[in-house]
């Protein structure tokens, strides 16, 4: 009773929390009332007016507070809770008080619905003082058992730098910071929402409702013994079965104790995976989908009954409880290492305040031995400087008469320096007699070379004048030379362009000349024949009568293209003629 009382209180202090609403720790009675008439409603308590108007009244009517209220809630609401009410129904009411003042306006992965499902699982998990508050490894356990419900891999990184940045001040959550670390999705990346809501039904079923498996198989009937499949829901103390997963229709329970127990069966009658629940009255026929469901049907129900004998709370109750234990001890641990800690801490503030007495008597003691050894310093300082003193005196006496020998032997060396260097100064100074002499005679042979060499440089300079002067001439008249030379090259090409035009007129001439040979041959040739002919004739009619022939001729040139046109006295003459206009070009 004890832990369904807990349980109830932290929903009711989110409740009274959401109806305070200036934050000062206090509700109006008439809210109050109406919060317990709504309590006793859902918890299935008997309400009775006069015992909450006996409780608050006084003289005061102003608002209560929580440790005010709390009296009245005991007694007459939570002392006589039975477990017979609805909890979803009586977190829902509470839930409804709370939600809208707490729930962030921001857009979240979830609807209201998963974030009242989570806001209930933080009632389950929360710690047991106030304000409530979710410490980091309940918040890591829920988040993995979201992930395995998602069908995901937990990301044991990505929480460790989430706690990293976990305030150094905050031991952990409140519920609506659970409900926005859930909703941001930043431990459900990929995932879309209705697999979120789906993995949040699963673990709220579980730790809630206590589902402990739940699933479709196929059950035989006892009067038909027909098979029908059902949807199986196993608890702690019974398993129910529904005409679908939607729990609206519920066919029947299974109601366990530690006396039942689970066997496997053969396939038999065309069904297979089957296995068998015996009770106290009635024995269940049940066939699975596949091996892998039955195997684990046996298990948990087997495990299931295994808790009912030892008296076991269900398992996730009994870790939850046996992490709260270890918390406990961890922290009992802690304070007792911390108390541990302020004991050698005390017992070193001791040893440090002994060793500082300590201490200080040993400065004390150096400090007279200090002094002792100043005075035994002191004298020994003045003796050494009276030894000193005399030692100085000695020294000076000493020194004194060590350097008017030094001054005697100094004044000595000077004077034969003195000595060496007049005889010194006499032998430089003929050398240097010998020298300015010597120098006269090499300044007057200068002098004598200078005017020789500029009498030969003004003769050099004025014929290099003349040179200058004809170099002059002489670039003009090459320049003259070069313009004429210019010009008969330019006469010399026209001459000889004149005379390629001439020989390609003599070329021509030639070329008809010999068309005309060649014409006046062949007739030369028909008129031989025909005086040829007429002489035979003639000779044979005739007798000795002979015909006047022209003489002989001079020899024709001949030339690659044939018998010249002309003769060889008229090419000599032809030749003559060229030669005579080239030379005079």
């Known amino acids: 009773m004890g832990g369904l009382k807990d349980e109830l209180l932290k929903a009711i202090w989110h409740a009274f929390t959401a109806l305070d609403l200036d934050h000062s720790g206090k509700v109006s009675k008439s809210q109050l009332k109406v919060l317990s008439h709504n309590l006793c409603t859902v918890l299935k308590v008997p309400h009775d007016p006069v015992a909450l108007e006996e409780h608050f009244r006084d003289d005061d009517e102003g608002p209560v507070s929580n440790q005010g209220y709390m009296p009245y809630l005991n007694k007459f609401i939570l002392e006589k809770v039975q477990d017979n009410f609805d909890k979803i129904e009586f977190n829902r009411m509470c839930w409804t008080l709370c939600v809208k003042k707490n729930l962030t306006k921001s857009p979240l992965l979830i609807v209201e619905e998963d974030a009242f499902k989570i806001w209930v699982i933080f009632n389950f998990l929360s710690e047991d003082k106030y304000p409530l508050i979710i410490v980091p490894e309940e918040i890591e356990y829920l988040l993995k058992k979201l992930t395995e419900a998602m069908g995901g891999g937990w990301q044991q990184e990505q929480f460790e730098d989430y706690k990293v940045n976990f305030d150094d001040g905050k031991e952990g959550l409140s519920a609506w910071e659970l409900i926005e670390l859930i909703g941001n999705g930043q431990f459900s990346k990929g995932m879309d929402r209705q697999t979120v809501s789906m993995a949040i039904n699963e673990v709220f079923n579980e730790l809630i409702l206590d589902v402990l498996k739940q699933g479709y198989m196929m059950k035989k009937g006892h009067r038909r013994k027909n098979w029908t499949e059902r949807w199986f829901v196993l608890k702690p103390n019974v398993i129910s079965y529904y005409v679908s997963e939607d729990l609206k229709d519920r066919k029947g329970d299974i109601v366990l104790d530690g006396n039942c127990c689970v066997e496997s069966l053969p396939d038999k009658d065309g069904k297979k995976c089957l296995f068998l629940i015996k009770c106290f009255d009635k024995t269940f026929e049940i066939s699975a989908s596949d091996k892998k469901k039955k195997q684990e049907w046996i298990q948990a129900i087997h495990s299931t009954v295994h808790l009912l004998r030892l008296g076991s709370p269900p398992p996730h109750k009994e870790a939850r409880q046996r992490r709260k234990e270890l918390r406990k001890k961890l922290l009992a641990e802690q304070e007792e290492l911390e108390r541990q800690m302020k004991e050698l801490q005390a017992a070193n503030e001791n040893k440090q305040q002994e060793l500082e007495t300590v201490r200080k008597k040993l400065e004390e003691a150096a400090s007279r031995a200090a002094e002792e050894e100043k005075k035994r310093l002191q004298t020994q300082v003045e003796l050494q400087a009276r030894f000193s003193s005399e030692l100085e005196r000695e020294k000076l006496i000493r020194q004194q008469m060590e350097e008017q020998v030094a001054q005697k032997s100094s004044e000595l060396e000077q004077y034969l320096q003195r000595v060496h260097e007049l005889e010194d100064m006499y032998l430089n100074l003929q050398e240097a007699l010998e020298d300015e002499r010597q120098a006269r005679q090499d300044e007057e042979t200068v002098r004598k070379l200078q005017a020789r060499l500029l009498e030969e440089e003004s003769s050099k300079r004025a014929e290099l004048e003349k040179w200058h002067l004809e170099q002059q001439q002489a670039i003009a008249t090459t320049e003259a030379?070069?313009?004429?030379?210019?010009?008969?090259?330019?006469?010399?090409?026209?001459?000889?362009?004149?005379?390629?035009?001439?020989?390609?007129?003599?070329?021509?001439?030639?070329?008809?000349?010999?068309?005309?040979?060649?014409?006046?041959?062949?007739?030369?040739?028909?008129?031989?024949?025909?005086?040829?002919?007429?002489?035979?004739?003639v000779a044979h009619h005739e007798g000795l009568i002979r015909l006047i022939e022209p003489g002989a001729k001079n020899p024709h040139l001949i030339t690659n293209w044939g018998p010249a046109a002309f003769t060889q006295a008229e090419l000599e003459e032809r030749k003559k003629n060229w030669k005579g206009k080239k030379t005079t070009e």
């Open 481 to 537: 030379e070069k313009q004429e030379l210019e010009h008969q090259r330019t006469e010399k090409e026209q001459a000889l362009q004149e005379a390629m035009a001439q020989l390609a007129q003599l070329e021509l001439e030639r070329k008809q000349a010999l068309e005309q040979y060649e014409g006046v041959k062949k007739k030369l040739e028909m008129a031989a024949n025909t005086t040829k002919s007429w002489k035979d004739k």
